[in-house]
């Protein structure tokens, strides 16, 4: 009898543990059912739209502004959006920076765009090198795709938690000057305090989550003040403020050697002095400090400051500091991170057409075959890759990888969980800032591969808001980044 009811609460146990096992994968099916059907949703509701988003970012490729001066790139998004039922508020702390929100409750998915070009990088959309406009601007860093890419997810996120009954709100924010300044100033007057996850992408040759970190850095002017006389007649009474621009600039390549690994220095001399036969009285250096971490610019500065005041002892000058711009290293959320390439592998990647294809072969021949591994290299990235005009897969690249380069997408990360993937928008082999990179970006192909990107940014965003455990887990890893402070207040 014993036994019996023994064998009978065993079996009881096992139905028990059974049915909880049926209840457990009968969720699990339902939640991938309604990922699934998430996915399906965005996918369609974009490719729906895609003419009106390729106008947009064909638009803002005809019309390139530089940093500071994106008015018009600006107020396409704000009443793009503004139309399409968003509360749009222009910040004070930048010209051209706003944030359009929609919805009121839930957790706060944010998505930065950018919209700025770059001087003198005008070309055309051809596989040869012709300025569309002699001198003039240029995306050559794509932020005409990079803009619309976070406009889709947006809007085809809101319209998919819209769908699917479940609350958030929704942000995109406006991000002027990513090539000066930066998003440093919102970042700083606490416009990203209340996020729960913020994601963007950028325009490249590869398909792959932003695993890697970027370089932390400071951009600073240094001016010393010396007294002119004539440099025939009396060099005696003049104290030359050149030399100790040149004094300061030895001690920096002598510095490089004893600093720690990973910090760069690199400058240019903007002012020399106007005349030979003058003692220059004024000269400054432009110099750029970039280390591993935000803590590690500012270790460097502390060095640098020395060897400033040292060049003002050796030659009787004074020297002024202007501080121009400083990016934290970019810390990736690996919660974000998974569930952008989760979402990666929801939705098919795009198909280029023959002519596509064709465009991106021809541009690719006219980088030489050993230049091109300089964008796969330093993310980890295989050469075997540039076998093909374009990449056509899901990669998963640059994990504990660093790059030399900066992004102010860093300083967000060190507020809130932050999350980014790259897409194949140019060639492979193509790097940022060439005119390949503005010619691609103004190319059908690119549109799509942004497009993508805004997609996959949108499925991203609802995974984390159907799923609370994703980011309770992005906010549990954030706890161990280290408290923000800008490199620029050193
Ligand atoms: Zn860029």
Redesign the pocket.
Known sequence: MKQRRTSHAAHGAAQTAQAANGAQSAANVAAGDARRSIACEISTWVDARAAEYDAIARDIWDHPEVSHFEARSSAIYRERLAARGFAVQEYPEMPHSFCAVKGTRGPVIAFMG?YDALPGMSQACAARREPAVEGAPGHA???NL?GVGSLVAAEALAHALERAGVEAQVRFYGCPA??SLGRIPLVKAGRFDDVDAAMTW??ADVFTPHRYTTSANLSLVISFQGRASHAGMAPHAGRSALDAVQLFNLSIEFMREHVAPGTLFHYVITNGGAKANIVPEFAAVHLYVRAPTAAGVRDAMVRVRKAIHGAELMTETRASVSIKAGKCDYIPSDAIQNTILEAMRMIALPEPSAEELEFARELQKTVAPEDRKATLLPIGASVELLKSPLHLSIGDFGAGKRIGGSLDTGDVSYIVPTGQLNTATWPLGIG?HTWQSCAASGGSWAMKAARYAGQILALAGALLALEPARLAAAAKEHRKVPRYRSTMDV
């Open positions: 950018e860093c794509g932020h990079l990513e090539e950028h325009p940022a």
